[in-house]
């Protein structure tokens, strides 16, 4: 009896095994099927981003390309403001004008006889930069503020670059161009007569 049992016993476990191998194995090859599927998407994506990057990179060194070119024409051509002091730098071409020629001293009204001057400036940023970002920035020199009634030197540098700004959109350049600076006598140069000064600046990037 008891060995019948045992044999019955045996023969059900043996049963149970071969019945759990066969749903083993079918999940086995369910997942390595779907291991599979994944390995091929993930390899699809690999190429995908490495198109990407190519074209990423080409385009980055076209724009790179289109500056250099654009810069070396600015550099290698005459004096794009004829007359004026201006110094050339990677995006920009700065214009640069002493204080004595703009203003009397402590004021921020224009000379009558810098305004020519500016006119022709604005005409040559009309002409060869329309669309640019045109920066007007005021400097001073490091003599506090004394006499004036300007609080400080920023403020002064401010509204002078102001000034210089507004005459320029007088003379036709769009407003939405242009953005007024002032840095007072925190960029000052070697001696005073150099630091008084409004720079145009004018941006090709």
């Known amino acids: ?10 023969g059900g476990l043996v049963l149970l095994m071969v019945g759990g191998c066969g749903n083993w194995k079918q999940k086995y090859d369910l997942c390595n099927s779907e291991l599979e599927n994944a ?88 002409s060869n930069y329309g669309g640019n970002l045109i920066s007007v920035v005021g400097h001073t020199d490091r003599d506090p503020i004394r006499k004036s009634k300007w609080k400080d030197n920023w403020e002064l540098s401010s509204q002078r670059a102001l000034a210089v700004t507004r005459y320029l959109v007088n003379q036709g350049i769009p407003a939405k161009q242009m953005e007024a600076v002032g840095r007072g006598e925190h960029h000052s140069l070697g001696t ?4 008084r000064r409004v720079e145009i600046v004018v941006h090709t990037f």
């Open 1 to 10: 009896m008891q060995k019948r049992m045992t044999m019955a016993w045996v």
């Open 39 to 126: 390995e091929g998407l993930l390899a699809m994506l690999g190429d995908e981003r490495d198109r990407l990057q190519s074209q990423f990179d080409q385009a980055n060194m076209s724009l790179v390309a289109c500056q250099s070119e654009q810069h070396n024409a600015v550099i290698g051509s005459a004096n794009p403001f004829p007359g004026e002091d201006v110094t050339i730098g990677p995006g920009t071409i700065t214009v640069t004008m002493p204080d004595q020629v703009l203003f009397d001293s402590g004021q921020v009204a224009l000379k009558s006889g810098s305004k020519g001057r500016l006119s022709r400036i604005a005409g040559t940023i009309s």
């Open 192 to 195: 005073k007569a150099q630091s």
